[in-house]
């Protein structure tokens, strides 16, 4: 995340790097919601499968996003066609959640 001129961080954002700020300010938002709708709309198996504590472990993919710590570049690992392991990076992608490590060039 970004910092404001001053050095602070912005308030308006999520800092996902905290895991116990973001899980307290996603249930804040939660009971916004309800207080303005009724709770017919809400699924609370679902709510609390989105918004359980090590929900960010849970991967969907084999080769998931990560950011290169030294060089700050997106990248993952993919399969090409002879089922070879190759090294992908990314211009998009920059404002989702990812793992941070140190990508293959970097080491």
């Not at 990812?98 to 060039?105: A, G, H, S, T, V």
Request: hydrophobic share 25%; proline share 4%.
């Amino acid at each position: 995340m970004k910092k404001r001129p001053d050095g602070k961080n912005p308030e308006g954002r999520i800092n996902r790097e905290n895991e116990e700020k973001y899980g307290l300010r996603a249930k804040a938002e939660i009971k916004t919601l309800r207080y303005y709708f009724e709770d017919d709309w809400f699924d609370d198996h679902t709510i609390n499968k989105m918004y359980a504590k090590n929900r960010h472990d849970i991967t969907h993919s084999a080769y998931t996003l990560k950011k290169c710590i030294k060089c700050n570049r997106i990248w993952n690992y993919y399969l090409n066609n002879n089922k070879k392991k190759l090294i992908q990076y990314w211009d998009s992608f920059k404002n989702l959640p990812m793992l941070k490590e140190d990508c293959p060039e970097c080491i």
